[in-house]
């Protein structure tokens, strides 16, 4: 049985926590229920009817709930080391492909032995380096495909939130004296949630456009390992990383993809993902969700990526 590679486990441990966020935070949408007054019913009435629609505990659920929203964009986070692990793994091929660059041990006895002709050694390793490349690109394309689904949910689930805070802030701004004051007290839980919401977003962001622009140096670097080889990029992948990676293996087939161009967009794009990710980490998330995870807490700051199909390329 072939070994499992380390990367295949950090990518489960990324879509987990990723599903994990969507479930807790759809288990706390807002209720569709006023939490004050509007209807001169008697206040107590009124968060009695709310409390019947929510789960108990909210105030350490929504800590919870916070803690493992921030700890998604931690340096510690699963989705953060398993994309590091593509982009160095992306570079370790390139190095290796280039002759330039140091021959493996087996590839320099290789040589010194004058074992077959130099071309027919070149054509071995570039197909080991391709298949090393494709396997790599597939696990980008899972995270990326990913990536998309819970952004859209996420961004589904904030206006929800976003919406619903704003709507208990009228009301509040509505009474009068101590009852504004603690009235407005109350959403500090709900003020939270939506900030923390806004940096998951952010932090979503630089993940899905690093991830992006890794996607596209590695087929650059695909098309130049398969040479004259007829067989399209595309056939080399499964159908769900095909679908994903389709904007990028249709620009290549076109030539409408290179090296230069690439390197020259993925700079300010790793300058902002080293800014974002390598931060020291926050205080330690304690809650449940995030315990099971393993990651620590953190705080960011928005940033915006424009989306340009399945896998961003644009920087």
Known sequence: MARRHPADDELARALTMLSAIEEATAHWLPPTAPVFPADGRDRDAVAGDEASTSPAGSAPAAAGLIEAIESAGSGA???VRL???????????????????????????????????????????????????VAVLERAASLTAALARHRQVMKTHFALFESDLDRRLAQAKSMEGDSMSEAIGQLGDRQNLVEGLIRHEAACNGLYHKLGIEAERGIVVLRALAGSTPQSLADRFPADARHTLSPLLTLCEKNLLSMRDMNNRRHAVDDRFRHRFNRPSGRPASSALVSQQGVQTRQHTPDTVTDTGAVNADA
């Open 77 to 79: 986070s699963p989705l």
């Open 83 to 133: 994309v590091r692990r593509i982009d160095d793994a992306i570079g370790a091929i390139i190095a290796r492909a280039d002759d330039r660059k140091s021959l493996r041990s087996h590839e320099k006895l290789w040589r010194r032995l004058r074992f077959g002709s130099e071309v027919a050694e070149r054509s071995r390793r570039d197909a080991a380096l391709s298949d090393e490349m």
